[in-house]
């Protein structure tokens, strides 16, 4: 996938998003009496960013939880007595690769596991 599907999507929900917002703004303002309409205005927008911020939260949480449940049926497979895991299939490092990867190995260990991430 590309970036402009992402781009696209993104513009189309701001535009909606824009479209949206001003005449829910209208609607729950406009039986307000002026002397409380700021607090009308800060509920509003308290709530609003209440909504988005549980939002985000259920999105991440989901997130998450979907990528370890992929991971898992991705590696379940992954079995020694799997003929698809043993060569020629599945290839064995090279020996300049295999010191790079212990190197990188141990260099994880000690920071924690970022090693991999580092040069």
Not at 55 to 66: E, H, P, R
């Amino acid at each position: 996938m590309g970036v402009v599907p992402v781009v696209i999507s993104g513009v189309m929900q701001g535009f909606g998003l824009g479209c949206t917002q001003v005449p829910l703004n209208i609607i729950a303002l406009s039986t307000l009496a002026r002397h409380i309409m700021t607090q009308g205005t800060a509920i509003r927008s308290l709530m609003r960013n209440l909504g988005g911020s549980t939002g985000i939260s259920i999105l991440v949480a989901t997130l998450a939880q979907n990528t370890q449940t992929v991971h898992s049926r991705l590696v379940e497979g992954l079995r020694p007595d799997n003929p698809l895991a043993q060569a020629p299939y599945l290839t064995t490092l090279q020996p300049e690769h295999a010191e790079r990867h212990r190197g990188a190995q141990r260099r994880g260990d000690k920071t924690g596991g970022n090693g991999l991430l580092r040069r």
